[in-house]
């Protein structure tokens, strides 16, 4: 009953930056957490950055490896997350994912889009 829809992928030099967006739609009344996977070919699927859509809600989580460099965001009016990617490294190269879930009903199982790829080469 969720949609999600990634957009800001593409491809940038190491060192560079991007913004990737997710727009929810649906039933976001049952969403009260968004965040951004990652998977890489060969690697296993990684959370990047978690953050609750409840308004008086806490920190954000980071994986260790970005933490410092992205920032995640929202913006519950428009029911949109975002990841700011700074200092980008090839070794964050990969499909990212947005998902939604309740943290009240993870066994209900995670929204996900459709991924947007990231390449940072030269």
């Known amino acids: 009953q969720v949609q999600l829809v990634e957009s800001g992928g593409g491809l940038v030099q190491p060192g560079g930056s991007l913004r990737l967006s997710c727009a929810a739609s649906?039933?976001?009344?049952?969403?009260?957490?968004m965040g951004w996977y990652r998977q890489a070919p060969g690697k296993q699927r990684e959370l990047v950055a978690r953050?609750?859509?409840?308004?008086?809600?806490?920190?954000?989580n980071y994986a260790d490896s970005v933490k410092g460099r992205f920032t995640i965001s929202r913006d519950n009016a428009k029911n949109t997350v975002y990841l700011q990617m700074n200092s980008l490294k090839p070794e964050d190269t990969a499909v990212y994912y947005c998902?939604?879930?309740?943290?009240?009903?993870?066994?209900?199982?995670?929204?996900w889009g459709q991924g947007t790829q990231v390449t940072v080469s030269l």
């Open positions: 649906g039933s976001i009344f049952m969403i009260d957490r």
């Open positions: 953050v609750t859509t409840v308004t008086s809600g806490g920190s954000p």
């Open positions: 998902t939604a879930d309740n943290s009240e009903f993870t066994y209900a199982g995670t929204y």
